[in-house]
Structures are given as structure tokens and as C-alpha cells.
């Protein structure tokens, strides 16, 4: 893939956390739990560029410690792989891990980030330098 087309911010404190929480705003999948919130104009970096920006969490629950970090590493490679390029910014995310997250397929893990974002129509269509989409497996978008 070509260079994003925006940047990809980081969501760092619990209140960051907890707003994109706070909308009720998810879409549960095998992989992932995604939530969104759309960031306000006082949210935006100096220099005045929308962005999009990105929590990951794991909780106990998926797992010990290398099972938690092996499945951000996962749903973070996934972010960075879809969000720049085919989501709409000016969004926050918080990906969820899920106790399946570390052993899903890769294009099913894909796939769901990509059902999610097209649920909250969030998802734009490549520009034409770009590949075709992930591929999304019947059922899922």
C-alpha cells in the first residue's frame, strides 16, 4: 500500500477510553469489539489536521500476558493496515480483544474490522491508487 492518507493518533488516558465507551457505539465480532466516537473540533492537533485515533485494550480475560500482547499486536497491525486508508477521519477507535483474537485468521480479523467500520458507515471507498479492499468473507459484511 501507498502512504496513509491521514494520521493515525493514539487515545492514552482512561477518560479518552472511557468517552468512546461512553457513546454505546460497538460492533461485536469474533475477533474484536470495535467502539467509536467522533472526536470534536476541540480535539484536533495544532496544526489543524483531522485524524483518527486509535485505543487498543486486552483485559485478563483473553488471556496471560503474552496471549494479551500477541493479540494487540495483532488488532494494531490490523489498525494500521485498514483505518488510514479506508476509514473516514475524524473518528476515535478503541479495539477490544477477544479471547479468539490472537488464533482468528488473519483475513477473518480483516474482515471483522472492516464489517465494523461499514456498520457505523465509516468505511470510504480506495482511492484508485490503492488495492482492492480485504477481503470480507460472506456473513460478515
Not at 17 to 22: I, P, R, S
Not at 96 to 113: F, I, K, N, Q, S
Amino acid at each position: 500500500m501507498t502512504a496513509p492518507d491521514r494520521a493515525v493518533g493514539r487515545l492514552m488516558r482512561r477518560p479518552e477510553f472511557l468517552a468512546v465507551a461512553g457513546t454505546r457505539r460497538k460492533h461485536v465480532a469474533p475477533g474484536l469489539i470495535l467502539q467509536v466516537r467522533r472526536h470534536d473540533d476541540r480535539q484536533r492537533p495544532a496544526d489543524g489536521k483531522v485524524v483518527i485515533r486509535l485505543g487498543l485494550t486486552a483485559s485478563r480475560k483473553v488471556g496471560n500476558a503474552v496471549v494479551r500482547n500477541r493479540a494487540r499486536r495483532r488488532l494494531r497491525e490490523a489498525a494500521r493496515q485498514i483505518l488510514p486508508h479506508f476509514a473516514l477521519p475524524g473518528h476515535d477507535f478503541v479495539l477490544v480483544a477477544r479471547g479468539g483474537t490472537a488464533e482468528r485468521p488473519w483475513l477473518d480479523l480483516l474482515g471483522d474490522l472492516t464489517a465494523g467500520l461499514k456498520r457505523f458507515g465509516l468505511w470510504r471507498e480506495p482511492p484508485s491508487s490503492l488495492p482492492d479492499a480485504p477481503p470480507v468473507q460472506a456473513g460478515e459484511g
